[in-house]
C-alpha cells in the first residue's frame, strides 16, 4: 500500500472548496448535485515549507488543486543532482499526471515552497468525474491541453530561447516568482546557473 503524504489534513469544508469549485465552473457547466457529489471525498490538506506533497517511487492515487502557496516539481538525476522543472500556484492542479494516468511510481518530487493549502482531489473521485459529470470528459481535456501547451513552450524555451529570453518572460507565467522561489530554484527551471541569475538581475535593474 502506498503511504499517503504528510500534510495536516482537514475535512473539507464550504468555504475553503470555493475555489476550486470555480475554477471548475470556469471551465464546465456543472450542476450543484454533480459538484456535491464530485468533491464529496475530497480533502484540505496543508502542507508547511519544504514539504513534500509526492515522491519519487509513489504510485500518485491524487491530484492536488492549489487554494494557496506554491508548488516545485523535482526531477533528481543520476548524480543526485535535483532539477527545478515546474512551479505550480494558486488555482492550478498539479500531480505528476504519467504516474496518475499509467498507475506507475512517479520519478518526480511534488514540494511545497511555502506553507501550502491544497484540495486533494482523490481517484475515485476523479474516476466518478469522467463517469458521471455530463460534461466530465471536457473537464480532463481542458486540464490535459493546458498542461499540454505549457510543456510544449517549455521545451522550445529551454532550446530555442536564450537564457535572457527565458528570464524575462518568467513572470509571464509565474507571476511574482522571484519574491516567491529561491533564486537556486529559479536559476534551476531556467536551465543556468545562480552565478548567471544574479548577473540577468542586475543587467535587468540597471535598464529600470
Known amino acids: 500500500m502506498n503511504p499517503l503524504p504528510l500534510g495536516l489534513l482537514y475535512p473539507a469544508q464550504t468555504g ?9 465552473r470556469h471551465m ?7 459538484m456535491e457529489v464530485l468533491l464529496g471525498n475530497c480533502r484540505i490538506r496543508t502542507f508547511k ?10 504510485t500518485p492515487n491524487e491530484i492536488f488543486f492549489i487554494n494557496r502557496g506554491i508548488i516545485r516539481v523535482i526531477v533528481t538525476d543520476n548524480k543526485g543532482t535535483e532539477h527545478t522543472i515546474h ?20 520519478m518526480y518530487t511534488l514540494q ?6 491544497t484540495v486533494v482531489l482523490p481517484r475515485a473521485s476523479i474516476d466518478w468525474g469522467y463517469q458521471n459529470l455530463a460534461q466530465g470528459d471536457k473537464l480532463g481535456r481542458l486540464i490535459a491541453e493546458f498542461y499540454f501547451i505549457y510543456q510544449d513552450n517549455r521545451i522550445k524555451n529551454l532550446y530555442a530561447r536564450t537564457p535572457k529570453e527565458r528570464y524575462d518572460s518568467i513572470e509571464e507565467v509565474f507571476p511574482d516568482i522571484h519574491n516567491r522561489a529561491p533564486q537556486h530554484m529559479i536559476a534551476s527551471y531556467l536551465g543556468i546557473t545562480p552565478v548567471h541569475l544574479s548577473r540577468l538581475k542586475r543587467q535587468q535593474k540597471r535598464k529600470t
Open 16 to 24: 475553503a472548496m470555493e475555489q476550486l469549485q470555480a475554477a471548475i
Open 28 to 34: 464546465i457547466a456543472v450542476s450543484d448535485m454533480e
Open 87 to 106: 512551479f505550480a500556484m494558486e488555482n492550478q492542479f498539479i500531480a505528476d499526471y504519467s504516474g496518475f494516468i499509467l498507475r506507475q511510481p512517479s
Open 49 to 58: 515549507r519544504q514539504e513534500n506533497l509526492s515522491f519519487p517511487d509513489y
Open 112 to 117: 511545497a515552497i511555502e506553507e501550502t493549502e
